[in-house]
């Protein structure tokens, strides 16, 4: 123990870096009505949240003081997460339990033997009460190393007053590509300089995410950053027609002047400024413009399903699962460590609504019963958003291996071909450039699957279809 506070002292000094849960505070707080908190076990949970008062760590407040066996400290380290993480994986001073929200490559600590398997803990009940996917994202041979607490998924947000200024009913969303960019016309036309139809941040690099790869998702034709899973490799070629819409909305005008400039806060800044009528963003954003964003509470705005192109049969759509923590190896009580885990699984969303009434949102768990009671509140069916952002999430799929996150790439990546393609569509051979991105990725992929970090039997795997998925 007196190595671990060594090493964090030091750590704190040399990055900078502070807790956001205090020990003696922690303990104070977690043993009123419950006896002295020296009577329970200890544990410590790393979060990369930079703020003291976050939804893990009010969730764990609330675990702290609903028994009497177990105690858990979290403490949060911000920007410095990973860095200050490998540290102690170096020096096998890892916490009982560590979240794997924004590193690099998760899978290597797994990999590493740095995490206990779950497996033990997860019972058929507690198995039966997720979302399929929650066992897939960081499952190593079958072995469950961590299972995800946040999704996330992409809506179109779009602002119902410049629908109706449009000449649009805001109660009807296109639902086909084709019919968005009428909309996205008929916006910009009314606007006349004061606001425009669509949102395009091309210097972000997940705009690509948000806008191309959801919609080739929803089309069946490629995964995320053009990865098809039928055949094991990257075809960025089959995006083609995704690209060539926005670059058609770039080239006439109907995205906000400046995108190749702009970054997504800017977007959202003038989403709720009245400057935007469509843009597409994560399923996040409900909470963020209904409770944290100023004027979020004052512009109507509204949420809809992602449009595919007419004709197209809609796949299953992308569920991202996020963040999640793991046991660490060396921890002395894993057993302890899942109980608290799983109490934040079950609790990570309405826990921070009991604390605060303000902090009610919906629920993106993959617990369907946990969705389905606080998404039924009349509170929260209230906010702004709700009713477009749960439709229809019964589609919502994920991917278990996600590819272009373990290449190093010879050449330039997606993020950086894209924009070229959208904003000199006239000037580029656009099958020559998608064709030589495609080769790119395959040769890192080839190299990756020779030196067997990826299995081909995880790329490609058997009878895998984006409809049924």
Known sequence: MKKRIALLLALSMSLGLTACGGGAEKSESGSKGNGDSSEKIELTMWARA???????????????????????????????????????????????????????????YMDAGLAAPMNDYITDDLEAEFNPSAFTKYNIDGQIYAIPHQTRYIRAYYNRDLFEKAGLNPDEFPETLEEMYDAAKA???????????????????????????DIAILSGLTGPY???YTTGQFDFAKQKPIIEYFAKMYKEGLVMPGAES?????????FIANKIGIYFDGSWMVNGYNNEIEGGDVTNWDVAAVPVFE?????????????????????????????????LLHNVYSAPARKDASMTAPSLSLIDSVNEEINAKEEVKALKGSVGLTAGTEELSSFAMIPHTMLTLEGDDRDTVYPLLIINSEEVDLDAELSKLSETYNSALSNVIDEGILQEADLKPEGLDYYTR
């Open 187 to 213: 916006i910009t036309e009314a606007g006349d300089g004061e606001f425009y139809g669509f949102g395009l941040p091309i210097k972000t690099g997940s705009t690509w995410e948000r806008n191309i790869d």
């Open 50 to 108: 930079s703020s003291a008062e976050n939804n893990q760590t009010i969730t764990m407040d609330e675990f702290n003081e609903s028994q009497d066996k177990i105690h858990v400290t979290v403490e949060c380290y911000g920007d410095n997460y990973e860095e200050v993480l490998k540290l102690a994986s170096q020096s096998k001073e890892l916490p009982d339990i560590f979240e794997i929200s924004g590193l690099s490559n998760p899978l290597s």
């Open 226 to 228: 053009g990865f098809d």
């Open 311 to 343: 004709g197209t049969e809609r796949a299953k759509d992308y569920l991202m699962l996020e963040s999640g923590h793991c046991i660490a190896s060396t921890s002395e009580h894993p057993a302890e460590a899942f109980e608290a885990i799983n109490y």
């Open 262 to 270: 702009l970054d997504i806060e800017v977007i959202r800044a003038n």
